[in-house]
């Protein structure tokens, strides 16, 4: 089997630390608070939920520009609504609101809120047990997901592009005007900045895959708009975000050993807590992975060298963990990952290359289409950048590579 060998001559280790996360329980940054009221009333106006009717229009624009306006009127203000829309993205159900602040969104979206919100009245007027409550319950779930999404992506171009202050003297493509000491891009209080990334890595192991797949990109983004924009984003730089790396690795360990995960301090769970606790691992993982593949497609040099060694290191012997993994999905994204690491070459993938070699040649057979296609391109990337690792095996590889294509 092409390169069989590898696997008899190297496995993949660990040190402690990765050792020690993996068996301990998975422990997610403070959740941000519930969101005002207003933030959501003025995602449903820029929703357009209503249709195309010259009211609903009306609204929309009128959303659009509150909504400039509180981003560039000064720093707090941006920092405010920044946060709230991170904590609409956090927050997995409307029940977590306070009874005020669902007012305020009633009062501001009356229709939005009995779509997002209808099952949770009828709950309390005891009209809960038949189907069509069900029915309720499902689509506004559906419909919550959705505004959660959708203040995701509102959060990431906000944060990428900071705006510019209102009332700045700009030339006529909006850009501001040369010689103005003193004003720059806004930028996010501290307190804002801390919330705003506790926030986006709760997010990430959201049991919501489109929720976590928004948080990851958002995390990405930040990170490679901060090499641009060293003053406004300077929080989420990567050496800046010393939680972001360490954390991942957790997710990625938890996920590999879901079963041994524990959800609290004492020795005896319930089934039920232990499902639950599995089942965090798993989307944290899965967030988790997504998140890093992203990062490592955009900047894979900047993350080896700015985030802390030891947790970067260990991210290999992780991945390849998971590239045992029974899901399909954890395979790929662990995979596509290694794979992104063959051009910086990190000294924890040289030191495990044998380990990797291995998982090239026992994914070699995967049931998968895309997994193959990333054993494909792992042997193309080291073909590129290290040959002298396949010169070995090259009839093995090409026979290898006849076969798969």
Request: one cysteine or more.
């Amino acid at each position: 089997e092409f390169l069989a060998s590898r696997i008899a001559t190297g496995s993949a280790t660990m040190d402690a630390a990765t050792a020690a996360a993996m068996s301990a329980p998975l422990q997610l940054p403070p959740p941000p608070p519930p969101p005002n009221g207003a933030v959501l009333a003025l995602l449903a106006a820029l929703s357009n939920h209503g249709g195309v009717g010259s009211h609903d229009a009306n609204a929309h624009q009128l959303a659009l520009k509150a909504r400039d306006d509180a981003l560039s009127s000064s720093n707090e203000g941006y920092g405010d609504l920044c946060s709230n829309f991170c904590r609409v993205l956090a927050c997995p159900s409307p029940e977590l609101i306070p009874e005020e602040e669902l007012k305020k969104f009633h009062d501001g979206d009356a229709e939005m809120f009995g779509k997002c919100c209808g099952w949770m009245m009828d709950r309390q007027n005891g009209n809960a047990d038949n189907d069509e409550f069900e029915r309720k319950k499902k689509q506004g779930a559906m419909l919550w997901n959705t505004i959660r999404q959708m203040a995701g992506l509102l959060l990431k171009n906000a944060l990428v592009s900071p705006p510019i202050p209102k009332n700045a003297p700009v030339d006529a493509l909006g850009r501001m005007m040369p010689g103005r000491a003193g004003i720059g891009r806004m930028e996010l209080p501290p307190h804002s900045a801390l919330e705003v990334k506790h926030g986006l890595l709760t997010c990430m192991a959201d049991r919501e895959a489109a929720v976590r797949g928004t948080a990851s990109t958002a995390i990405a983004r930040c990170c490679t708009s901060a090499i641009h924009l060293e003053k406004s984003m300077a929080p989420f730089a990567v050496k800046n975000w010393g939680e972001l790396v360490p954390f991942i690795l957790q997710c990625i360990s938890a996920g590999n050993d879901a079963a041994a995960v524990s959800v609290a301090t004492s020795t005896t769970t319930t089934p039920e807590a232990n499902e639950a606790a599995t089942l965090l691992a798993e989307s944290a993982a899965a967030g988790a992975l997504l998140t890093l593949r992203k990062l490592l497609e955009d900047i894979p040099n900047r993350l080896a060298k700015e985030a802390p060694e030891t947790s970067f290191h260990d991210l290999v012997p992780a991945l390849l963990r998971g590239l045992g993994s029974p899901n399909e999905g954890r395979r790929r994204e662990a995979l596509a990952c290694l794979n992104s690491l063959v051009f910086p070459m990190p000294g924890s993938l040289v030191a495990h290359m044998n380990d990797y070699l291995g998982g090239l040649s026992a994914l070699a057979s995967d049931p998968s289409a895309d997994v193959r296609k990333l054993v494909c391109q792992g042997i193309v990337s080291l073909l590129s950048h290290r040959p002298e690792y396949l010169k070995p095996h090259t009839a093995s590889v090409a026979d290898f590579m006849l076969r798969a294509t």
